[in-house]
């Protein structure tokens, strides 16, 4: 076990560095940095001072050894355009994220498991096909459209603005300007209704499809017909005996699918104008503001990471004959 | 062969089964796997199902304890256990019976225990059902069980995992667990069929002892005559659904009467034989498909003694001597020993 960890953790940490070098020399090939910051109206020289400034001027790899070094002390840099401490823009984002992540990964498993365990049960009958078909919609729908609609519906067919996040008024839909709606402040709970429907949709059809699949293959195995030998009640049979087993690949889903909601909420958090590290990185990647695309790239690597060491060990204990090597 | 009896001919039967059919919907029609087969066992008995594989063992079993397929459907005239109807109750009042009142045990024991659960749980979750009473008491019975059938350490057992078994402890924690609530009638579907010679002979000596200690009714299903000589009181020969003879295991090995039976204990190989011709199941031809009504007697593509009538008239059980009958169109005479080299 302590072995495994050990292991684990040198990988995470090469994997780590791997994408930070990665998405160094991407984000610094990709455009001139040193103009940006410069201005539009810029001269060479104004540009050439600039880069001197903040060190841009130096061999890419100098440079990228000095990002490292400092990061590895803890310290991310500074936005290259608020200023602010890099460390802090995410951390007081990740909230956001992270709650958004979480509620939308509960709500998704909350609903994708009972149907994907009764689709099992009802085989090849009108029910699962119902499910199987719910699936293949959420499957299909585009993120940003679903979050759309819901708006138009919510927000501009009932009108309850309260549903919606903050920078509604800046959003045109189909054209149509959304006025008229109050723009809130501070985001409440309630602001999360949408977001976290729209991503549980998002989450919700793989898990269901997983969960049926492993259900049908452990219904018909011996040791459920043993369980019903034994005379045990249905329930018992069905959760106790066969979904323990049927959720080990769930796991493993649901930790991918966490990675994928904590990184790829920025369509949602910016149609729903929630400001978490989606809508920052968004925000950032538009600026080329490099310091803070660059760390919320190695968070998000980390956290992979970090989510699959999870899965397996949750697995491990789930399953006795799976062993952490 | 089993000499000493072991139960009271005179007692009345715990499970009397009268005319069961189990139909099961398949795409091509309607396949009878089972075709009003009728048997008995009484309190201590052995009762053993022989045939060859698909001739309906596991289906007659999973009808008595109600756990067939979704696809199949069951008919009988009287599923008598222990004075009551089973076919008359609900579910819920057979999920009572079941692991309690009567136990089953399956082929393979490497699959029929749940992986991730301890063998301790998975005994005590059928005595907390069955018996309510506390974890305290349903792990003295455990334990007491393993210990009855000769499990050294008991406790440390009871903590593992099946995977940490062999496949000879499994099937032994597997019938300890089947009774835990100490049934009336053990069911086993092939047992050891999936197990090492040595162990096999373990695991019978074991049920054969428990059965006598419990004085529990055992139906043993098995395709191994060898099995069936050791262990049987009685004996029913199945083939293609049917019961094609049945009496005392004593009768029907010193009489085997029906093509079927005498074909099968030819295939025995005796001491001194060479095995290789003499493989059970050698009889040449092969099981006609139950898919669909079929007429006449069931065995007449593989029968040596097959006629014209055979293809076409009702087949019923006709009786050899007292208590042992077969279902042919032919007298008992006509298979007298000598005749044997007929076929
Ligand atoms: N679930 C099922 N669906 C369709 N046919 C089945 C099913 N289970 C068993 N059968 C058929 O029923 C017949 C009897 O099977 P079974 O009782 O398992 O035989 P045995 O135990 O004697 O080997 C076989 O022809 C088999 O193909
Ligand atoms: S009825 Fe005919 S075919 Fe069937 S066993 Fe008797 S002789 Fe053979
Ligand atoms: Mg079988």
Redesign the interface.
């Known amino acids: 076990m302590a072995n495994f960890l050990t292991r684990r953790l040198i990988i995470a940490l090469l994997v780590a560095l791997t994408v930070s070098i990665v998405g160094f020399s991407l984000l610094r090939l990709s455009g001139d940095l040193a103009a940006v910051l410069a201005g539009e109206d810029a001269s060479a020289e104004d540009i050439a001072r600039t880069a001197a400034q903040y060190g841009l001027d130096r061999h890419l790899i100098v440079q990228y050894l000095d990002w490292l070094f400092n990061a590895l002390r803890g310290n991310l840099g500074q936005s290259l355009f608020t200023h602010e401490p890099v460390w802090e823009m995410i951390t007081s984002r990740l909230p956001v994220t992270i709650t958004l992540a979480f509620a939308a990964l509960f709500f998704g498993l909350l609903i994708a498991i009972p149907l994907g365990v009764l689709a099992a049960v009802k085989a090849n009958t009108w029910t699962d096909r119902g499910a199987l078909f719910v699936a293949v919609m959420g499957q299909a729908t585009p993120n940003f459209w679903f979050a759309l609609i819901l708006i138009y519906v919510f927000g501009v067919w009932w009108r309850q603005a309260t549903i919606l996040g903050v920078r509604l008024a800046e959003i045109k839909i189909f054209g149509m300007q959304l006025s008229g709606l109050p723009i809130s402040g501070g985001a409440t709970w309630l602001h999360y209704v949408l977001p976290v429907v729209t991503l549980a949709t998002f989450v919700m059809p793989a898990i269901m499809r997983i969960t049926r699949t492993g259900m049908m293959e452990v219904l018909n195995s011996d040791y459920v017909r043993t369980a019903r030998a034994k005379g045990l009640s249905p329930g018992k049979v069905l959760f106790k005996h066969a979904l323990r087993n049927a959720i080990l690949p769930v796991v493993s889903l649901a930790a991918v699918q966490l990675g994928f909601l904590l990184s790829g909420s920025v369509i949602v958090e910016s149609i729903f104008a929630l400001n978490g590290v989606g809508y920052l990185a968004f925000e950032s990647i538009k600026r080329i503001d490099f310091p803070v695309v660059q760390s919320i790239l190695v968070i998000l690597a980390c956290s992979y990471i970090l989510l699959t060491l999870l899965a397996d060990i949750i697995n491990a204990k789930l399953d006795p004959r799976v062993r952490l090597e | 062969m089993s000499g000493a009896h072991h139960y009271n001919p005179d007692d009345p039967p715990v499970l009397e089964v009268e005319d069961l059919s189990v139909d099961i919907k398949v795409p091509a029609g309607t396949l009878h796997a089972v075709n009003k087969v009728s048997f008995s066992v009484r309190p201590g008995e052995t009762l053993s199902l022989v045939g060859e594989s698909g001739c309906g063992k596991s289906i007659t079993s999973l009808a008595i ?1 109600r ?1 067939l397929p979704k696809a199949a459907r069951l008919s009988a005239s009287k599923i008598i256990f222990d004075g009551q109807d089973l076919a008359a109750l609900s579910e819920k009042q057979m ?6 009142r009567i ?2 045990i ?1 082929q ?1 024991p490497m ?6 659960y301890r063998i301790g749980d998975q005994l005590e ?2 005595y907390l ?2 018996k309510g009473g506390g974890r305290r008491e349903a792990r003295e019975r455990a334990e007491y069980l393993l210990e009855k059938i000769g499990i050294i350490n008991p406790t440390q057992r009871l903590t593992q ?1 099946p ?1 940490q078994l062999s496949g000879g402890l499994r099937q032994r924690m ?1 019938i300890a ?1 089947m009774l835990m609530c100490d049934p009336k009638l053990i069911i086993a579907d092939e047992p050891t069929t999936a197990l090492d010679v040595t162990v096999q002979v373990q695991i019978l000596q074991l049920l054969r002892s428990l059965q006598e200690e419990f004085r529990m009714a055992l139906i043993l299903i098995t395709h191994n005559l060898g099995v069936v000589a050791r262990m049987a009181d009685h004996v029913a020969v199945m083939y293609a659904g049917q019961v094609v003879e049945k009496g005392s295991s004593a009768d029907v090995f010193r009489h085997p009467t029906h093509p079927y039976t005498r074909g099968l204990l030819e295939c025995i190989p005796h001491p001194g034989q060479s095995a290789t011709r003499n493989k059970l199941g050698s009889i040449p031809g092969i099981v006609p498909s139950l898919v669909g009504r079929i007429d006449g007697c069931t065995f007449r593509n593989r029968c040596n003694y097959a006629f014209g009538d055979c293809a076409t008239a009702q087949v019923g059980l006709r009786d050899v001597e007292d208590g042992h009958s077969y279902r042919c169109l032919l007298p008992p005479e006509t298979f007298a020993a000598g005749k044997l080299e007929k076929a």
């Open positions: 304890m756990l999920a009572r019976l079941r692991g309690n136990g089953m399956f393979d699959t029929s225990l749940n992986p991730v979750e059928i059902r069955h995992f995977h597997m667990m």
